[in-house]
């Protein structure tokens, strides 16, 4: 079963409206983090924004918030005022706690890839 | 912030030769790195975990012996790819965690990937 769900292979926005990124997860681990990150063309992953599965308030990094409805396992990624520098490939990544420390594996989803139109 | 340097950024090699690809961090020291590979337009798949002086832990169905690591130093991780073949043409990226990492986020910081084409 996939752990991290990404349905949204590719999207496209007009530049300056606001965007979501979905993204679903499934873990049976209480305790789990939640990650986004872009990845432009030139291939490297650029941190975004990240979410504990026990924090109480949903997490926001400038532009971009994280909008976690952990009921429904879910942590949609909203991208406010987009810009055309935000083109670029997103990817959703869960951290689950394990019992060995420094094995804390990053699952990632398939991506969206996001084209911000002028 | 905080720097991870991957080098090469682009490979060209033959069929059967070794390939090594170098992953250093900058500024910080890092128990763990992490070994991933991306096909074309598909999503990161975690090859292995490299831990400072031990053996690193491969993933499910990764060749230990064709993808050798190496984790001499607390700043840098090696990745081999033994015997090159065309199907082990990819983008390999590595990660970083920070040692002095506290709390949930761990600090992971990502290299820049080596495109790796065997012909």
């Known amino acids: 079963a996939q752990k991290i769900t990404q349905t949204q292979p590719g999207m496209f926005v007009q530049e300056k409206e606001a965007v979501t990124l979905d993204c679903t997860y499934d873990?049976?681990?209480?305790?789990?983090?939640l990650f986004w990150y872009k990845q432009p063309s030139s291939g490297e992953m650029i941190f975004l924004i990240y979410?504990?599965?026990?924090?109480?308030q949903n997490a926001t990094e400038g532009r971009y918030s994280l909008n976690f409805q952990k009921a429904r396992k879910s942590a949609n990624l909203v991208i406010s005022a987009s810009q055309l520098g935000d083109s670029a490939m997103y990817f959703c990544?869960?951290?689950?706690?394990?019992?060995?420390?420094?094995?804390?594996?990053?699952?990632f989803g398939t991506g969206t890839r996001l084209t911000i139109i002028p | 912030g905080a720097v991870v340097s991957q080098h090469p950024s682009r490979v060209i090699c033959k069929s059967g030769t070794s390939v090594k690809i170098e992953c250093r961090s900058l500024?910080?020291?890092?128990?763990?790195m992490f070994w991933y590979r991306q096909f074309p337009k598909k999503s990161l798949m975690l090859m292995a975990t490299?831990?400072?002086?031990?053996?690193?832990?491969?993933e499910q169905g990764v060749e230990k012996d064709k993808f050798l690591i190496n984790h001499a130093s607390l700043t840098l991780s090696t990745l081999t790819v033994t015997s090159a073949h065309p199907e082990d043409s990819s983008f390999y990226i590595c990660?970083?965690?920070?040692?002095?990492?506290?709390?949930?986020?761990?600090?992971?910081?990502f290299g820049s990937g080596t495109q790796l084409s065997v012909l």
């Open positions: 990660s970083a965690k920070s040692i002095s990492a506290t709390g949930r986020r761990g600090k992971l910081f």
């Open positions: 873990t049976s681990d209480p305790s789990y983090g």
């Open positions: 979410q504990g599965s026990y924090d109480q």
């Open positions: 990544a869960m951290r689950e706690a394990q019992s060995n420390f420094g094995n804390e594996k990053l699952t």
């Open positions: 500024d910080f020291q890092a128990t763990t």
């Open positions: 490299s831990n400072e002086g031990s053996k690193a832990t491969y």
